[in-house]
T-cell receptor
Framework: GENVEQHPSTLSVQEGDSAVIKCTYS??????FPWYKQELGKGPQLIID?????GEKKDQRIAVTLNKTAKHFSLHITETQPEDSAVYFC???????????FGSGTQLTVLP | DSGVTQTPKHLITATGQRVTLRCSPR?????VYWYQQSLDQGLQFLIQ???????AKGNILERFSAQQFPDLHSELNLSSLELGDSALYFC????????????FGAGSRLTVL
């Protein structure tokens, strides 16, 4: 089955700096790659996603890049703010299967 | 509020017992997914239902079962509970916001003593 690896497990940045989280996946058939943000005591919330026919997608301060050849994708957060502090999960799914395989998560801390 | 409702929010029970977790999907979503989140295993896919029928199975133990009812709400039944079953159980639904897009509920925290 699909295996998703996520790095780093923890990341601390100064407010205003950029943060980058990277994921690799194993199954070349995967074609949907979402990123979720999980705040303490809450469920994961979708923040951005990308499909395999697109190399990059941006939404305000958040961007995701996808390299299908290398089977990796990354989340970029610019101008970080304290409210960006949370656990971020990458995920991948195959075709119409829809169930997601998640990475192990990254605890992002934005220091004021 | 994501639109996915899970009850109860917290549940404390003893080993060997049985519990039922309930999920109401977003209005219009036909698919329901159950995930288990534990400290050492991350978010693990358990099972998916689509319009009342089982669609896919993941790492779900035989002691666990689920169903989706005609009104599309779903229940996850956990029996013969063990200490290691303590975890957050999340329900997610999909359908109205596009293929593959899962919306998660706030979770049910199960503690087995």
């Amino acid at each position: 089955g699909e295996n998703v690896e996520q790095h780093p497990s923890t990341l601390s940045v100064q407010e205003g700096d950029s943060a980058v989280i990277k994921c690799t996946y194993s199954d070349s058939a995967s074609n949907y790659f979402p990123w979720y943000k999980q705040e303490l005591g809450k469920g994961p919330q979708l923040i951005i996603d990308i499909r395999s026919n697109v190399g990059e997608k941006k939404d305000q301060r958040i961007a995701v890049t996808l390299n299908k050849t290398a089977k990796h994708f990354s989340l970029h957060i610019t101008e970080t703010q304290p409210e960006d502090s949370a656990v971020y999960f990458c995920a991948a799914s195959i075709g119409s299967a829809r169930q997601l395989t998640f990475g192990s998560g990254t605890q992002l801390t934005v220091l004021p | 509020d994501s639109g996915v409702t899970q009850t109860p929010k917290h549940l404390i029970t003893a080993t060997g017992q049985r519990v039922t977790l309930r999920c109401s999907p977003r209005s219009g979503d036909l698919s329901v997914y159950w995930y288990q989140q534990s400290l050492d295993q991350g978010l693990q896919f358990l099972i998916q239902y689509y319009n009342g029928e089982e669609r896919a199975k993941g790492n779900i133990l035989e002691r666990f079962s689920a169903q989706q009812f005609p009104d599309l709400h779903s229940e996850l039944n956990l029996s013969s509970l063990e200490l290691g079953d303590s975890a957050l159980y999340f329900c997610a639904s999909s359908g109205t916001t596009g293929a593959n897009v899962l919306t998660f509920g706030a979770g049910s925290r199960l503690t087995v003593l």
